[in-house]
C-alpha cells in the first residue's frame, strides 16, 4: 500500500514537486520532449485572467519614511482591495511587498475589478496626505497559464501583465495585453489607447479610458 505522503503521488500538496520532476525528465538525453510538454500542460495548463498592481513611487517613499512606514501602507492597501477582488470573482494568488498577482476566470470581471480599484483608491487619496496615498498601477493578461500549487503561475500573459503592471503603468493606469481587448470588446463603459509598445508575452498592448 503506498503511503499518502508518498512523493510519487500527485496532489495539491507536491504539485510543485511533480512539475520538476517533469522538467528533469525533459533534460535527459533523447527525451520526449512534446509529450513531456503535453503532460505539463494537461497537468497544470488553466486558462486565468491575470493582473498585477504595484505602487507607484512606493520604495522611495519607504526609503524616505521608513519601515514602519512601508508597513501601514501595505495595511491599507489590503483593506482597500481584497473586498474589492472578491467581489469581483477573483483572489489574491500571491503579494510581494506591494505587488499583489490576482486571478480572475473572466477577464472582464478583471477590468471592472481593475476599475473599482482604481476609483477606490483614488476616493480614499483624497482625504489623505501625499506619502499616505494609494498609487495604483495595474496590468491585466489573459490566456492560458500553467498554475502550480497554491502560489505560482507562469506562462506569457503572466510576463506581460507583471511587465506592464510592474514596469510600464504609471499611477492610476490600467494597462492591458491585446488578448484581454480581444477577448472583453470595446463597450461603452471603457475605451483601448494603444500603447503602441510590445513587452515579453504580448506585442499588442493598450491603456484602458475609464470614467
Not at 177 to 188: F, I, K, M
Request: overall charge negative; some cysteine.
Amino acid at each position: 500500500m503506498t503511503h499518502p505522503r508518498d512523493p510519487g503521488l500527485w496532489d495539491p500538496d507536491n504539485s510543485d514537486q511533480r512539475l520538476w520532476r517533469l522538467i528533469e525528465r525533459r533534460m535527459e538525453p533523447g527525451a520526449d520532449t512534446a509529450r513531456i510538454d503535453e503532460t505539463i500542460w494537461r497537468l497544470f495548463g488553466e486558462t486565468w485572467a491575470i493582473a498585477f498592481t504595484d505602487l507607484a513611487g512606493f520604495s522611495r517613499r519607504t526609503e524616505r519614511f521608513g519601515i514602519i512606514h512601508f508597513l501601514q501602507t501595505i495595511c491599507a492597501m489590503r483593506r482597500l482591495l481584497y473586498p474589492l477582488v472578491e467581489a469581483h470573482r477573483g483572489f489574491l494568488l500571491k503579494q510581494d511587498a506591494d505587488s499583489l498577482l490576482l486571478l480572475f476566470r473572466d477577464p472582464g470581471d478583471a477590468l471592472r475589478g481593475a476599475i473599482a480599484m482604481q476609483r477606490a483608491c483614488a476616493q480614499a487619496n483624497e482625504r489623505l496626505v501625499a506619502e499616505e496615498q494609494i498609487l495604483l498601477c495595474v496590468g491585466i493578461g489573459y490566456g492560458r497559464i500553467l498554475r502550480v500549487g497554491s502560489h505560482e503561475a507562469w506562462g506569457a500573459q503572466v510576463n506581460a501583465a507583471s511587465k506592464l503592471g510592474e514596469d510600464t503603468a504609471k499611477a492610476g493606469d490600467i494597462l492591458v495585453t491585446g488578448a484581454v481587448r480581444d477577448a472583453v470588446g470595446d463597450g461603452a463603459e471603457v475605451g483601448f489607447d494603444d500603447l503602441a509598445l510590445a513587452v515579453p508575452g504580448s506585442d499588442r498592448n493598450y491603456r484602458v479610458r475609464y470614467a
